[in-house]
Structure formats: structure tokens, C-alpha cells
């Protein structure tokens, strides 16, 4: 089996308010999307990364990754579209156009934005994807969640216990991941009505998709205080083991 990444890079980050685009910002002195290819390739044997970038970035988003990827792994960066969606559906033309995956292969969609997402969990994505044609990992949730109206009217409150928070990278077999993109295609143009994940699409679609574990560090760095947090975490793993004299950790 072969499994190829799209790892969308190619939004702004308009909520982090950097001048750079969020997957060139530098966390740890390493652009994100550097971090995030990093741990793609140490999880899985990849054929094919293809990375979405801001239009006007392709030539720094391909500077970041030089070197990053193993030689049998083909690298390419491909300009974005106007919503994630749309920019998944480019890079999945480019994972189409290689050539290189057969049907029941399984493709990875990671964001840029979730730099430190361990090899557990993106080899769990990946065993479940290639099983059960979609697979994406979750987390229990310990807010409560309302779902509300316009007015700001509760409306509902779910079962805390049936929900799940999402995270990237998902997988899918590339059969179901084209089908899923080729059905929703109308809605990519625009944010608003764009699917927030590709999942969402599937699930459209009426396939099952499967939630294994998540990985509750693969934190999602969408404002400066998200940052500020994946740099701790990075330099924690960093830090040296201390020992107490005598003592135990
Ligand atoms: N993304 C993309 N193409 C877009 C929009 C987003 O490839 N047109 C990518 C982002 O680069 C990011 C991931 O999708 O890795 C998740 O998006 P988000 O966290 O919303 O990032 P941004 O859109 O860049 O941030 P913001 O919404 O704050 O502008
Ligand atoms: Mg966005």
C-alpha cells in the first residue's frame, strides 16, 4: 500500500496577525510547515507530499522543505485555491496527476497549522484509513457544547459523551477522498460554504468515517497564544532530563 500527504499551507493566518503567512511563521527558529512535514515523513513511508502554499509563496514554501524529505518521497508545492477545501482539491489534483496511487491507496490531509501532531497517531490515521476508507483522529471534549441560533438562542446541548474534536491529519483511500472532493466541488469557492475538514465531505457523501485517537499535543495554532504554547511544548521535549540527587524525576 502507498499513501501520499497534502499538507495545506496556503492560508494567511489572518486570526495569528504575523506579516507572514502562518505556515512560514517561525516556531522553534523553523518555519511551521517545515515542522509539519517533518512529522508526516517520520511517520509514514510517503510517496508523494504535496504542499498548498499562498499563490505568492510557492518559491518560500518549497525553500522551507528543502531537505526534509526522504529521497523516494516526490515533493511538490502547489499555489492554494480561496478556502481549505479548495486547496486540498488542488493538491489532491497533483497527487492524481503523479500517477502514483491506486485507487484503494491512502491519501493524508494534514494542516500546516497542527506542526506537532506525533507518529502514533498519524500511523493510527493511517491503518484505519486504508481498513475502513476514512479515518480521522479525535479527542473527548471537556467543554460542554451548545449548539445555538442566530439570536444566540441555546437551542441544544449534545451528549458531551458522543462528541469528539477533530483533528488533522485525516485519512482516506484516494477512491473515497476524489469522490468525496468531485461531489462537493460547488461549495470550495468561499469559506462560508466550503467544508471545514474533508471528512464533512465524506460524510456528505454518506460514507462511514472512522475516529481513532487523536493526539492531545497536535494543538491547532490559529492565534499568537497558540504559538506561544506550541513553543513551550517543543522546548519541553527539547529540555534535558534533570534528576534530583538521589532522587527520582
Ligand atoms: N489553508 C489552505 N488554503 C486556504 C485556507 C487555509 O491551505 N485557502 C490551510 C492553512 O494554511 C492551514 C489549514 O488550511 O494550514 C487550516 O486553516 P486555518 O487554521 O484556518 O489557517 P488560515 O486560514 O491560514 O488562518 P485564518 O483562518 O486565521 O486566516
Ligand atoms: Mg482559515
New binding site residues.
Given amino acids: 500500500m502507498r499513501v501520499a500527504a497534502v499538507?495545506?499551507?496556503?492560508?494567511?493566518?489572518?486570526?495569528?496577525g504575523s506579516d507572514l503567512?502562518?505556515?512560514l511563521v517561525p516556531l522553534a527558529g523553523e518555519p511551521?510547515?517545515a515542522h509539519?512535514a517533518r512529522a508526516l515523513v517520520a511517520a509514514a513511508d510517503l510517496t508523494h507530499l504535496v504542499v498548498?502554499?499562498?499563490p505568492a509563496h510557492v518559491v518560500d514554501v518549497a525553500a522551507a522543505l528543502a531537505g526534509l524529505a526522504p529521497g523516494g518521497c516526490r515533493v511538490d508545492v502547489v499555489p492554494?485555491?480561496?478556502?481549505?477545501?479548495?486547496?486540498?482539491a488542488a493538491?489532491l489534483a497533483a497527487v492524481v496527476a503523479s500517477g502514483d496511487l491506486a485507487p484503494a491507496d491512502v491519501v493524508l490531509v494534514?494542516?500546516?497549522?497542527?506542526p506537532l501532531v506525533g507518529a502514533d497517531a498519524v500511523r493510527r490515521v493511517v491503518a484505519a484509513a486504508a481498513r475502513h476508507g476514512a479515518a480521522i483522529p479525535g479527542l473527548a471534549v471537556t467543554d460542554t457544547v451548545k449548539v445555538v441560533d442566530d439570536a444566540g438562542r441555546v437551542t441544544a446541548t449534545p451528549d458531551r459523551r458522543t462528541l469528539r474534536a477533530v483533528q488533522?491529519p485525516q485519512g482516506f483511500t484516494l477512491d473515497v477522498l476524489r469522490r468525496a472532493h468531485e461531489a462537493g466541488r460547488d461549495r470550495a469557492h468561499d469559506?462560508a460554504t466550503a467544508a471545514t475538514d474533508d471528512a464533512g465531505l465524506v460524510e456528505a457523501l454518506g460514507l462511514e468515517v472512522r475516529v481513532v485517537d487523536g493526539d492531545p499535543r497536535a494543538v491547532?495554532?490559529?492565534?499568537a497564544a497558540d504559538l506561544a504554547l506550541a513553543e513551550r511544548l517543543l522546548h519541553e521535549d527539547a529540555a534535558p532530563i534533570t534528576t534530583a540527587p538521589g532522587g527520582h524525576r
Fill in positions: 499538507l495545506t499551507a496556503a492560508g494567511s493566518g489572518s486570526r495569528l503567512p502562518k505556515a511551521v510547515v509539519a498548498t502554499a499562498p492554494g485555491g480561496p478556502s481549505r477545501q479548495a486547496s486540498v493538491g494534514h494542516d500546516a497549522a497542527r488533522t469559506e491547532k495554532i490559529t492565534t
